[in-house]
T-cell receptor, first 111, second 116 residues
């Protein structure tokens, strides 16, 4: 079964608002990553947070990780129309070599 | 430094034909991963390869699918006797030799396979 599950499945907001997406996973992880995918394109890596980190920032992105709850959140502040995309969390387990993706959150930012 | 390259970007095959998808990793990368994405879904891991070795193929269907990453040249994902259910976007990713395999992967633009 999929390791990461994103919530919500879809999110529609106005430009300038903040967007929060959540991800839950099932097993112990080495790290958790967030990716963005524009329609019909490949994935762009946004941010990686390791299992011993609790929060990480990159520009307008803020990622938190709670390993006790096996969950992560991605916050995009002051959203822009160009942020419209699908966002995926991906986990790498402690023992394996593969990255497991969730089904994604589809974010639509209205101008 | 060119990114991960995949070709073709779009591939149309009739049922029963073979599909060959190519992936050239970023320069200096020796780990290659293949993923499949069905419409409106996330990416599903298929196989992880290093040069001349298959490390993990737990996501590969048991029949008709094979992958290789030769010493020279791109990685190839081969699908024999394609069926309509094989229609999907196939993404390749690579990561550097010096990193752990589970660190950041860099994705190619994908190959969109359509089986008629």
């Amino acid at each position: 079964s999929q390791q990461g599950e994103e919530d919500p499945q879809a999110l529609s907001i106005q430009e300038g608002e903040n967007a929060t997406m959540n991800c839950s996973y099932k097993t112990s992880i080495n790290n958790l990553q967030w990716y963005r995918q524009n329609s019909g394109r490949g994935l762009v890596h946004l941010i990686l947070i390791r299992s011993n980190e609790r929060e990480k920032h990159s520009g307008r992105l803020r990622v938190t990780l709670d390993t006790s709850k096996k969950s992560s959140s991605l916050l995009i502040t002051a959203s822009r129309a160009a942020d419209t995309a699908s966002y995926f969390c991906a986990t790498a387990d402690t023992g394996g070599f593969k990255t497991i993706f969730g089904a994604g959150t589809r974010l639509f930012v209205k101008a | 430094n060119a990114g991960v390259m995949q070709n073709p970007r779009h591939l149309v095959r009739r049922r029963g034909q073979e599909a060959r998808l190519r992936c050239s990793p970023m320069k200096g990368h020796s780990h290659v991963y293949w993923y499949r994405q069905l419409p409106e879904e996330g990416l599903k891991f298929m196989v992880y390869l290093q040069k001349e070795n298959i490390i993990d193929e737990s996501g590969m269907p048991k029949e008709r699918f094979s992958a290789e990453f030769p010493k020279e040249g791109p990685s190839i994902l081969r699908i024999q006797q394609v069926v309509r259910g094989d229609s999907a976007a196939y993404f390749c990713a690579s990561s550097p030799e010096t990193r752990r395999p589970t660190d950041t992967q860099y994705f190619g633009p994908g190959t969109r396979l359509t089986v008629l």
